[in-house]
Nanobody, 123 residues
Framework: QVQVVESGGGLVQPGGSLRLSCAAS????????IGWFRQAPGAEREGVSC????????WYADSVKGRFNISRDNAKNTVYLQMNSLKAEDTAVYSC????????????????WGQGTQVTISA
């Protein structure tokens, strides 16, 4: 079965960096789309970034563009989200999800979700 598990969350000071991992099983990430999402308390879940094997496309939310980078390690069957220049507003539970690469990754109907990992930005 298609399954993803997030890791790498934690506490970091503003301006710091953190790398999240999305480990996949039951499929290969180089044949699927992977999306990163986040949800802060009292807020709706929002898309952060995604990557797809379809034309190897990637996408970033405007709020993280230039600060975050998504990458794929096929050998480890893992997708990473490198987060730099972190801000307090980046604090959220981050989740990754997998879906079929039938369109650009931001439009994929993600169906397989991880449990989420907490990212807290605080001085």
């Amino acid at each position: 079965q298609v399954q993803v598990v997030e890791s790498g969350g934690g506490l970091v000071q503003p301006g710091g960096s953190l790398r999240l991992s999305c480990a996949a099983s039951g499929f290969t990430v180089d044949h699927f789309a992977i999306g990163w999402f986040r949800q802060a308390p009292g807020a709706e879940r929002e898309g952060v970034s995604c990557i797809s094997s379809r034309d190897d496309n990637s996408w970033y939310a405007d709020s993280v563009k230039g600060r975050f980078n998504i990458s794929r390690d096929n050998a480890k069957n893992t997708v990473y989200l490198q987060m730099n220049s972190l801000k307090a507003e980046d604090t959220a539970v981050y989740s990754c999800a997998a879906g079929p690469p039938i369109t650009t990754c931001e439009a994929v109907p993600y169906a397989s979700w991880g449990q989420g990992t907490q990212v807290t930005i605080s001085a």
